[in-house]
């Protein structure tokens, strides 16, 4: 172990994370409060604790271990992740429609999770490798169907939220890459084109949504409420919010399963302005600082590892924090860190640890 | 193979970003992130500080509240269609502890003067509510329509209270019926524990839940599937608009196989005399199926009290009552059956062989039986009166006690074993005795069979002959609830069918699209009595015998028990006993009396058995009985709905 490879551990970034953390388990206790358990701490919050201390061991773990490693398990970790996410398809508890979790006993097993950085970790590969071909629609389209897998596998779920982060993982990676802007005007006019296909083979639910975004009063829909009691929840918040587990709407119960996707507005209302303000600071500092990285990094395959995890981490803040302000249609994307899930802070602490494992290794001679 | 990179700080800026495009496009990310937070705040900005005022305003006025909607409890019906127990719509006016402003007393204040409360009872009453903020805390239920309109009209000045329609649950015949249906009450924790999982009945901790009878043995079937009302309320907690409505599933409707014209007329005839016995019961079963025609208990309470809220002193007042009318005797209590017993003692002893058909006892007046240590002494077992020569017919007929020694315990002089009080009780259990019989009400008492172990065990006495005897007559050693005398009687009159007895005959309810389906409940054969028909037959005889006075067909005389039972153009068999019940000081004992009977003789559509308890006897009991049957028997084709005149379903 390279201890001085520790000089250059990125304590921004990590400071970053130990608050979110923080930040995000007194907001899992005060959208927790005065449900089913009566009084007294919800077990979501123990449990979110200890997945919090178990992911950040994790990724203590996974930044003194070279990065350089995973290229090597790219494809074992790819093909694995695949093969779960076929398995949840099957043997995944059935909850409002969709397979997304695996019940191990204890715990829960959200795949989609795991799948995101085996896809960041296989794109950095194989993009790293084919460096030159990326000038290539043949590379480019190779990327895309690397990307295609788990992310069709997750719409099938289905889930449209979590399989657009593949997407937007494969974007982030492909265009830091290298890839030629025309090519990228391509895929956007593709894009456009494909819209109303998408449209027509989307599921109601979700058309239902995008109506619901447009004019949440126009049907009396659960997913109505949700939009019209996350806005009222975020503005009634105010400059400085209506304190700590003293939110109104939020203790009222009106957010269907508050703890998860809607957590922002939980944090919005209580702590105001400010306490938003706060949160998006410590996120982007994260995100920023998980650029710096790949900036810094001393390959392709680090620069494009940590630009994966980063577009996952951004595209999740930005749909989260944009639906709950109602700039966005509800997804059912989680807030990195805030929102109760074990799987997603594992995954993301672990994402963190790639990010620190190439920061602190970005000088290839060290003096 | 990544290309070889210069050491990043030794190199001019400007000349990276055009050797490494990518470089250019991570700064181009990162500006594109930046810009995103940008975005974001900007959105927030406007939502909470330029119209935080707005949405902290809606916010507190306009809420969004779900409630529960009850579903309809399923109706009862008699099984003429005749309805026993509603649900009728009344006020409750109630508070919901969220609407309510800061300050909440001078509400409690001026609800309490328009209620005729006192402000710290309401106060303490929403203070202890085991619900959320949301839910209503019922004030005062059944309130009159005039006082609900002052409160309605009165809402400015009490925010926080609203006026309910609930449907309160009511009895239409009290306590005729109160028996069999029982009440509902409001749930308690521990039977909330129990249910609070079932996804379609989802109970709240406000709800009422049937608590003993028919309501509670059929709560299932009964309760419906609550609904939902989404609706917008403002700050008074009022409604503004409603936004969606998931209707609720009503309750199943249960059509019961008592027949309410039939148990009227026998509680008329047990009330007309209760002032003569303490407690007085009757079970009217068919014996054809083991349905329960009617099932009476007096004294009765009137179930609706439960319904509008009994307060406590109501409440001890039922409790302490000596006669305990809450305790339902017609399935709850055992009593020794006397002579009843025989027909039981009979058909074991023919079953088994030790008497036949043709069998003749000399019914001399009484037994005794030496006492083992002094032949000179010994313990007499008496008789009603000297009968003669009898066999089984003419000793049930005239309810000989020696016919029935002899059969049960066999000589005194200990040379005969007859039936034996092993095998006798083993009879007594084949017809019921000694087990609950399985109705669909709570409460069933098991009754009692005594064995010569139990009374080492008990008692620490060994079992003497005499013991036995006074079993075989149902004098001792033995105790069975109306029910069970009932429903041992039902299986004599049909030939051997020991069934189940059934309260429930239909349960009406309708399937997923809304369609009435109702769905019939089949009688359920316990057990089919090891006795040959021939044998049964014999002991119905003896019944049919005890109504009337003549000669065996083996020449044997008999004057019935029964006499004044029977009536001509009906055929009845019946039997009755006198229990004596000693009482402590020397006072003149009290009896119970029973009388079981049935008819018609071919084909009996009814099996009926009437006790009275520490009262003169037998007499009343049989006079009851007899004028029950006759009505029941003699009454046309329905004339049991028409003559209710009312509350037909239809």
């Known amino acids: 172990m390279e201890t001085r490879a520790w000089r250059h551990f990125d304590v921004v970034m990590i400071l970053a994370t130990v608050a979110l953390c923080i930040y995000g388990v007194a907001m899992v206790y005060s959208a927790t409060l005065g449900t089913e358990g009566g009084s007294g701490i919800d077990s979501r919050v123990a449990r979110q604790v200890l997945y919090l201390v178990v992911g950040m061991l994790l990724l203590v773990a996974v930044a003194t271990t070279d990065y350089q490693v995973l290229s090597s398990v790219a494809t074992a970790a790819y093909v694995s992740c695949a093969g779960v996410l076929l398995v949840v398809l099957v043997v995944g508890r059935l909850t409002h429609g969709s397979r997304r979790w695996i019940p191990l006993g204890f715990i829960d097993l959200q795949p989609s999770e795991l799948a995101k950085l085996a896809l960041a970790i296989m794109l950095a590969t194989f993009l790293a490798e084919n460096q030159d071909g990326v000038r290539s629609l043949r590379v480019v389209a190779q990327s895309a169907g690397l990307a295609l897998v788990p992310a069709a596998l997750t719409f099938a779920q289905p889930d449209l939220g979590t399989g657009l982060v593949f997407v937007a993982i494969w974007l982030g990676t492909i265009l830091v890459a290298g890839l030629r802007w025309l090519h990228a005007a391509l895929l956007a006019l593709l894009a456009a084109a494909a819209t109303p296909l998408a449209w027509l083979t989307m599921p109601q639910y979700m058309r239902d949504r995008v109506y619901v975004f447009i004019d949440p009063y126009q049907k009396p829909l659960d997913e109505g409420y949700n939009v019209i009691q996350a806005l009222i929840s975020v503005g009634s918040g105010g400059l400085t919010g209506r304190g700590f587990t003293s939110g109104t709407q939020s203790q009222l119960h009106f957010l269907r399963v508050q703890y998860a996707d809607f957590i922002f507005s939980v944090l919005a209302e209580e702590l105001g302005f400010v306490g938003a303000l706060a949160l998006l600071v410590l996120l982007g500092v994260l995100l920023l600082r998980g650029l710096r990285a790949a900036t810094v990094s001393r390959d392709a395959f680090g620069r494009l590892l940590c630009v994966g995890i980063v577009s996952g981490l951004a595209f999740q803040t930005f749909v989260n924090v944009g639906m709950n302000a109602g700039l966005l249609p509800v997804t059912g994307v989680p807030l990195p860190l805030i929102s109760y899930g074990g799987s997603s802070a594992l995954s993301v602490l672990v994402g963190i640890g790639i990010l620190e494992s190439v920061a602190m290794r970005h000088r290839r001679f060290e003096f | ?650």
């Not at chain 2, 044998?535 to 003896?542: D, F, I, P, S, T």
């Open chain 2, 1 to 650: 193979m990544s290309r070889a990179e210069p050491i990043t700080s030794l190199q001019d800026p400007i000349e990276e970003l055009e050797e490494n495009p990518y470089r250019q496009r991570l700064l181009l990310y990162q500006v594109l992130v930046v810009l995103g937070f940008v975005l974001l705040t900007a959105q927030l900005w406007r939502l909470q500080v330029v119209e935080g005022e707005r949405y902290r305003a809606r916010a507190d006025n306009n809420r969004f509240r779900e409630i529960s909607v009850e579903a309809p409890r399923g109706v009862i019906y008699d099984r003429n269609g005749i309805l026993l127990a509603r649900n009728r719509p009344t006020y409750t006016v109630g508070i919901v502890p969220a609407d309510l402003p800061p300050e909440p007393e001078p509400v409690y204040r001026r609800l309490a003067v328009v209620l005729g409360l006192r402000p710290q009872d309401i106060r303490r009453t929403v203070d202890q509510r085991k619900s959320d903020r949301f839910t209503l805390v019922p004030i005062q239920t059944n309130v009159g329509q005039d006082l609900a309109f002052i409160v309605e009209e009165r809402h400015r000045e009490l925010p926080g209270v609203h006026v309910v329609v609930q449907p309160i649950r009511e009895y239409v015949d009290g306590p005729l019926t109160s028996q069999v249906l029982g009440y509902v009450g409001p749930i308690t924790e521990e039977q909330h524990q129990r249910l609070k999982s079932d996804p379609i009945r989802r109970y709240s901790l406000n709800d009422r839940i049937g608590q003993t009878g028919v309501e509670s043995s059929f709560e299932r079937e009964l309760r419906g599937s609550p609904g939902k009302r989404q609706m917008e309320v403002d700050a008074g907690g009022r409604e503004v608009s409603v936004l969606s409505v998931d209707e609720p599933a009503p309750g199943s409707n249960l059509v019961l196989t008592i027949d309410v014209d039939l148990q009227k007329t026998i509680s008329d005839l047990l009330a007309a005399r209760l002032d003569r016995f303490e407690t007085a019961s009757a079970v009217a079963i068919d014996p054809a199926t083991g349905r329960v025609l009617a099932l009476v208990h007096l004294p009765a309470y009137d179930n609706n009290v439960f319904s509008r809220g009994i307060t406590e002193k109501e409440l001890q007042a039922l409790m302490s009552d000596p006669r305990r009318p809450l305790l339902n005797g017609a399935i709850g209590s055992a009593y020794s059956p006397g002579a009843i017993f025989k027909t039981i003692t009979a058909a074991g002893a023919l079953s088994e062989g030790i008497v036949k058909a043709d069998t003749k006892v000399n019914c001399s007046g009484g037994l005794i039986v030496p006492n083992r240590l002094d032949p000179t002494l010994g313990t007499r077992f008496g008789d009603a009166g000297v009968f003669g020569e009898q066999d089984v017919v003419s000793a049930l007929a005239n309810s000989c006690n020696v016919y029935f020694y002899l059969a049960g315990g066999g000589e005194p002089d200990g040379k005969t074993e007859g039936l034996g009080i092993a095998r006798l009780m083993d009879y007594a259990r084949l017809f019921g005795l000694g087990a609950p019989s399985g109705i669909d009400l709570d409460g069933e008492a098991a009754g009692f069979l005594g064995s010569p172990d139990w009374k080492k065990e008990a008692h620490g006495e060994t079992w003497y002959k005499g013991d036995t005897y006074l079993a075989a007559i149902g004098q001792d050693y033995v105790l069975a609830t109306p029910l069970q005398m009932a429903n041992a009687l039902a299986a004599i009159a049909n030939g051997g069918n020991l069934f189940r007895p059934q309260l429930v005959l239909e349960v009406e309810g309708t399937d997923e699209r809304g369609n009435a389906r109702s769905r019939p409940l089949e009688p359920q054969l316990i057990r089919r009595l090891p006795i040959a028909p021939e044998l049964l037959a014999a002991v119905r005889e003896g019944l049919r015998a005890a109504t009337q006075s003549g000669r065996t067909r083996y020449g044997t005389t008999y004057a019935g028990t029964a006499r004044g039972v029977d009536l001509p153009g009906l055929d009845l068999a019946a039997t009755v006993a006198t229990v004596e019940y000693a009482r402590p000081g020397g006072a003149e004992p009290l009896t119970h009396g029973w009388f079981a009977g049935f008819g018609p003789v071919e084909q009996p559509r009814i099996a009926l058995v009437v006790f009275v308890s520490r009262g003169k006897g037998a007499e009343d009991a049989a006079e009851i009985g007899k004028a029950a049957l006759t009505r029941y028997l003699t009454r046309g084709p329905g004339s049991g709905a028409e003559a209710r005149g009312l509350g037909s379903r239809q």
